[in-house]
């Protein structure tokens, strides 16, 4: 593709290049995607990049910026980054910005989201037939 033209494709189904994305689709990109970015195949033109693995994992303070972001892409983390939560630096970094990122309560505290059971609303206890 060269540069300003914009590739779309839904599911298995052949994409297409336009000129310009339609304005549907980019009143419904987050702020942060909107900024435009410089080229950087002149960087990388004849080099052999590869990639290496991140050798401690995601922090908190890697993520910070996706877990504070608009409420839309700060919903999508909560189940990808659940399992991270159980680090103890990851969620005590949740827990100190929980106004910031509301959503991870329900995961950092289920108990307060379980139906507590109200009085006189208890399920009958299991009955036993006496032997005959």
């Known amino acids: 593709m060269r540069s300003g033209q914009f590739y779309a494709s839904v599911g298995d189904a052949k994409g297409q290049v336009t000129a310009r994305p339609s304005d549907t689709f980019i009143q419904s990109l987050p702020k942060a995607f909107l900024d435009t970015l410089p080229t950087r195949l002149e960087l ?12 401690s994992g995601i922090s908190y303070t890697d993520v910070l910026a996706w877990i504070d972001a608009e409420p839309v892409m700060r919903a999508q983390f909560v189940p990808r980054w659940r399992t991270l939560a159980k680090s103890p630096e990851f969620r005590a970094g949740l827990v100190a910005g929980m106004e910031a990122h509301p959503e991870w309560d329900r995961l950092l505290f289920p108990e ?18 006496p032997a005959p």
């Open 44 to 55: 990388f033109k004849g080099r052999d990049v590869t990639l290496k693995p991140a050798v």
């Open 112 to 129: 307060k989201y379980r139906p507590k059971a109200r009085p006189g609303n208890s399920t009958p206890s299991a009955r036993t037939t």
